[in-house]
C-alpha cells in the first residue's frame, strides 16, 4: 500500500515521477505528492484525492528540476487530506520523505521530538522520520549516517524515499519488510515500489532487500545494510516488454479484465499443460527476449530461474498436510484449492486467512507443503504466514500473479498465472487463474502422488481445456446479465448462497458486489442460513444461489425454497435447460453445462458481470473503489 517513486537524471522530474505514480495508483489513490529539487532549493505540490489533483498542480507550476521524488497514498493514520499527503518534510523544509507502510513506535517518538521543540503539521507516522533524520544530520553532516541511526530508531516494516536539498545529487531509499526498486537508465536513475513503474524507461533493476539502505545517483546505486556494510548486487533484467495499460475499447479495466479470462485461462494452462496425456509440468519458465526467443543470457534469466516448482518426487509423496495462507478473494480461491487437492489427492488441507496465523501456532512441519496465493505477490500478511511456516521446516509454494515480487523472493517453489496486469483494484482474472493454478496443481500432486489413474487425469485435463470456451458462452451473454441484474441495483442488501464448490464463489460473488457497488452483501454456506442469517430475509432482499447439478444440487435448492418462503428476491446462478431453477427462481443468469467440480471456474463470472453493471449504473469508480488498494503490504 502506498506508491513510492523517484528519479534522477537529465529529464525534467515531475512528468516522469508522475508517469511512475500512474503505474502505482493501484496501491493507493487517497492523495498523491512529490519533493523536488528546483534551483537548489525543495519544493512540494501536493494533493488530496487522485493523482489528476497532482497533475493539475504539476501542470500549474511547471516544475523544470530534475530530481524528485513522489508518492500515492492509502491512509493509515490521519485523514486524507492535503496535509497528510506525502512528502513531508522536517522543520528546515531542507529534507523529504515518503513512506510506505508503519512505524510502530512513532508515538513515543513524536512525544520526544515535541519535547525537544519540534512542531507536527500532519497526523501522519511519517513526519516523525523526516524530523529524526534532520536532527541526527545536524550533528553527523552526513545524510548516510543520519539514516543509519535514524532507521535504528524505528520499529515496524517500511520502505522510505528521501531527499535532501543539501545533497540533490541523491536519492536515498531504505527497505524494511518491503519492496523497493532502483530503475538504472543510461545517465538517469528511478525508484519505485513496483518495478513495474520504472519498466517503463528501462528493463535494468536492482531490488533492495530487507534491512537495506540505497544511495541512488544519476550514475548507479550503492547498497548498504542496516549495519552501515556495503552489500554489492548486480542488477537484473525484467521482462524487456513493458506491460501495456489501456482499456481496449472497453469503459472500465475491470469490464476488459473480465473479458480477458478465456485467455487468460488458456495461456496458463498452455504453460503447464503441454497435453492431456502428458503429466502437468511446473517446469521453470524460460522468459523470451524481445525477439520472442528464450534467451540464455544468465543475468536475464536470474527472474525466470525462480519459477516452477522444485520438489522431488520423494519430497512431493512425502507430504501429508497442506496449509494454504491467503487474503480476500485469493483466500476463496484457495477455499476451492482445498475440495479440489482433497478430493484428487486425499490429502488434507487446511485453509487460513494469512492475517489470522499472527500470533497463532501454526500446524506445519517438515512433512508439510505451506502455499501462500497472492496475485500481488506483496500483502504483507501472507509473506509473514509463508515466513512463519518456512521457519518451522515446511516446503513452500507461492502462486502469484507477479513473478517480480516479495513473494517469489522467499520461497523457491513458484507457479505462476499467465494473467498479464491486472489494472481494475478488485480481483477477477486473477481470481480465475488462481483457481486455474490449483486444478493444475490437484493433477498434478495427484499424478506425481499416483493418487489417480491415468485415465482419470486425462479426463480431467481435457474437461479443464474445455474451460475458456465455456466462458466465453457466459461473456457473450453479456447483455442478457447486465439487464437482469439492473433489476436489483437498489437492493441495499445482498445474500450470497452456495454448497461444496461454490461456497467460495458465493463468498467472492458477495465481495465483488461489496467492494464494486457498496451494497452490503454477505457469502454463505447455503445449509448455513437457517442458522441465522435468514433472520434478515424479507421481500427487500435479494439472494443469489449458486446451484449446479452435483451431490449438493438437492440440498443446495432446498436452502433457496426457504428464502424464497420469506419473500426473498430469488435470483439463481444455474445451468441452461435446468427447469427445476426456472420454476423457483425470479432471474436465472444461466452459465453452460459443466462437471460440479468446474463449476467455481464459471459460476463466479455471471457474479463478476453482476457486479460491475450494478456498480456502473450507480455511478461508482469501478476501477477504484474507495478506500481500497490493490496491494495491500501494510498488516
Ligand atoms: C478483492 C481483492 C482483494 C485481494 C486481497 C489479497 O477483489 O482483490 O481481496 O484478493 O487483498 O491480495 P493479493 O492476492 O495480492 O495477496
Redesign the pocket.
Known sequence: MCGIVGYLGPAKAAPVLLSELRCLEYRGYDSAGVAIIQDGELSVLKAAGKLNNLEKLITDNKPTATVGIGHTRWATHGVPNDQNAHPHLDASKTIAVVHNGIIENYEELKDELIKDGYAFESDTDTEVIAHLISKVYETEKDMLKAIFKTVGLLRGAYALGVVSQKHPDKIYAINQHYSLSVGLGNNESFLASDSMAVRQYTNKVVRLEQSEIAEITKEGVRLFAFDGKEVKRRPMSLDSNPYVIDKGGYKHFLLKEIHEQPLVLRQTLAKYLVHPTKPVSFIPHITPNSNGAATNNEEENQLSKSYGVHLTEMELKGIDRIQVV?????YHASLVGKLIIEQLCNLPVSVDIASEIRGRRLMVNESSLTIA???????AD?LAALEEAKKLGSFTLGITNRPDSHLSQITPNLIVTECGIEVS???TK?YLAQLTSFYLLGIYLAEARGAITTEHARKLKSDLNAIPTLLEQILAKENEIRLASLKYADAHDVVFIGRGFNYPTALEGA??LK?LSYIHASGYAAGELKHGPIAVLDSKVPVVTVLVPGVVYEKTLSNAQEARARNAQMIAVAVEGDEQAARTFDTVLSIPAVDEFFSPLLTVVPMQLMSYFIADYLGKDVDQPRNLA???TVE
Do not use: R
Not at 326 to 330: F, R
Not at 373 to 379: A, I, L, Y
Open positions: 491467503a487474503c480476500g478473494t485469493a496465493v497472492s496475485q500481488s505477490g506483496e500483502t501472507t483494484v478488485a480481483a486473477t465481495l465483488k467492494e490493490k496491494s495491500v
